[in-house]
C-alpha cells in the first residue's frame, strides 16, 4: 500500500532529481524528435540492435524499443543503419565557405580542416570553422603559407616556428594541433627538420602534431621518431618508398612502438598518392588496422575516389573489417583523438544529438584506390540524413 507519506517523499526525491529523472515520472514524455525502427550500432556502449533513439533539447533523450513518439519528429530508420554522428579528422573543408554544409549531409558531425593553412592566411579557414554547423577546429600547417602547389616548405624559411606560435597564440580556441606535410614534393630534403620544428611549436602549446606521410626522403622510421603520444600519421597506407610495412611485408618497428606509445593510425584517403591496394593488401596481412578513417576531403570529392566519409568505411567492409569496428573508427575513436569531440561519437543519454542514418546497400561496387585501380565490394553505407544537435537535415 502507497500511503499519503511515502507518496509525498517520492514526489519530492522526484523533483530533487528533476534533471535526470523527468522522463521516467512524466506520464508522456515529450521529445522533439524520434528515429524510429533503425538497427543502432554504437560502438561506445558495444550496441548493435533494432532501437528509437529519441532527442530531447538538442541530446539524446532515450534508446529504446518502441518509443512513444507522441507530438515529436518523426524519422524513419527502418531499414536503416543509426550510429553516432560520424566524426573526420582529416579534411580540407575550411577552405570554402560551402564546404561544412556539403559534408554535413554526408553524416559529419564534426571534422578537423587539417593544414589547409598557415600562419599567415589561418584566420581565413578559421572563419569558416567558426561558422560552421558542426563543431570544427583547423590545424595550422607548418609552412606559413599554407598548402603550396611548389611545396608547402621546399623552402625551409617558410617552417617559420615564430609565425606558427604567434598565429596559435591569437587563436588558441581554434586551433587543434599543428600539420607537417613531409611527403619529398611538399617538403623535400628539408622533411626532419620541419617536423622538428612543427613538434617543437606544437609541444609549447601541449598541442598534437599529425604528420602527412608517405613518399619522404627521410626514412619514415627516423620520422616517427619524433612523434608523440597524441600525435596523428595519417595517410598510412601511402606506398614506397618509405610505407609502413618493409618489403617483406612486415611493419616496420618504429611504427609499431609508436603505436605502443599512443600515436594513432588515420588512413586520409585523398585522391593522389596515399592509397594502392597492393600496400593496403600488405597491411591487411600484417594485421595493422587503422584507428580512425578520414577522407582528406576536397569540394571535389564527389568527383574522385573519395565520394565520402561513409564511402572510405565501405571501403574497409570489403577489406574484411567487421562493420561495428567500422562504425567505431569514424566515431567514438575519431572523438578520442581531439578535446572538442569530447563526449560525442556515442549515443548515449545526455550526449549531443549528433547522429548519422546510413543506408548498408547490398550490390556490386566498384571502389577506387589513387591509382585508378578499382576493386569490388558487395556493400556500400550511403549517407541518407544527419541530425546535428538535434536538427534533421536530408542527404
Ligand atoms: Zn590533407
Known amino acids: ?39 543502432v550500432i554504437d560502438p561506445s556502449r558495444r550496441l548493435d540492435a533494432v532501437r528509437d533513439v529519441a532527442v530531447a533539447n538538442g541530446r539524446i533523450a532515450a534508446v529504446a524499443a518502441d518509443i512513444p513518439a507522441g507530438g ?18 582529416h579534411t580540407h573543408t575550411a577552405r570554402t565557405r560551402e564546404g561544412p554544409g556539403m559534408v554535413l549531409k554526408d553524416g559529419v558531425t564534426g571534422w578537423i580542416d587539417a593544414g589547409s593553412q598557415g600562419a599567415d592566411h589561418i584566420e581565413d579557414t578559421i572563419a569558416v570553422a567558426k561558422s560552421a ?26 617552417a617559420d616556428v615564430e609565425a606558427c606560435r604567434n598565429a596559435i597564440a591569437r ?61 596523428v600519421v595519417t595517410h598510412m597506407y601511402a606506398p614506397p618508398p618509405n610505407s609502413i610495412v618493409d618489403v617483406n611485408g612486415r611493419i616496420i618497428p618504429e611504427v609499431l612502438a609508436a603505436r605502443r606509445r599512443g600515436v594513432w593510425f588515420d588512413v586520409g584517403n585523398g585522391q593522389t598518392g596515399h592509397m594502392r591496394w597492393d600496400t593496403i593488401d ?12 578520414s577522407t582528406d576531403w576536397n569540394t571535389n570529392a564527389h568527383m574522385t575516389g573519395v565520394i565520402d566519409l561513409p564511402n572510405c568505411m565501405s571501403k574497409f567492409l570489403m577489406l574484411g573489417m567487421p ?52 576493386r569490388t565490394g558487395h556493400q556500400r553505407l550511403f549517407p541518407t540524413g544527419t541530425i546535428l544537435a538535434g536538427k534533421y537535415t536530408t542527404a
Not at 617538403?187 to 613518399?215: C, K, W
Not at 595493422?288 to 578513417?293: A, G, R, Y
Not at 567500422?326 to 549528433?354: E, H, M, S, Y
Open 1 to 39: 500500500m502507497i500511503n499519503r507519506r511515502s507518496l509525498l517523499s517520492s514526489a519530492g526525491a522526484a523533483i530533487a532529481g528533476a534533471a535526470i529523472s523527468r522522463s521516467a515520472f512524466a506520464a508522456a514524455p515529450s521529445y522533439d524528435l524520434v528515429i524510429k525502427g533503425g538497427r
Open 72 to 89: 515529436a519528429q518523426m524519422v524513419d530508420a527502418r531499414g536503416k543503419l543509426v550510429v553516432p554522428g560520424l566524426v573526420d579528422i
Open 133 to 158: 554547423p558542426q563543431q570544427a577546429r583547423v590545424l595550422i600547417n607548418i609552412g606559413r603559407a599554407g598548402i603550396l602547389p611548389e611545396g608547402d616548405t621546399m623552402d625551409l624559411n617558410r
Open 171 to 231: 587563436n588558441r580556441d581554434a586551433i587543434a594541433g599543428v600539420k607537417a606535410r613531409l611527403s619529398r614534393d611538399v617538403a623535400g630534403q628539408n622533411d626532419y627538420e620541419v617536423l622538428r620544428r612543427a613538434q617543437q611549436v606544437a609541444t609549447s602549446f601541449n598541442l598534437p602534431v599529425m604528420i602527412h606521410m608517405g613518399q619522404t626522403i627521410t626514412p619514415l622510421g627516423k620520422l616517427i621518431d619524433l612523434l608523440k603520444r597524441g600525435d
Open 282 to 293: 600488405q597491411i591487411v596481412k600484417a594485421n595493422f588496422w587503422p584507428d580512425t578513417f
Open 323 to 374: 562493420l561495428q569496428d567500422v562504425i567505431a573508427r569514424a566515431t567514438v575513436n575519431a572523438a578520442k583523438i581531439f578535446p572538442v569531440f569530447q563526449g560525442r561519437g556515442t549515443l548515449a543519454v545526455g550526449a549531443p544529438a549528433d547522429i548519422a542514418v546510413l543506408d548498408l546497400r547490398n550490390g556490386d561496387y566498384e571502389f577506387l584506390d589513387n591509382f585508378n585501380n578499382k
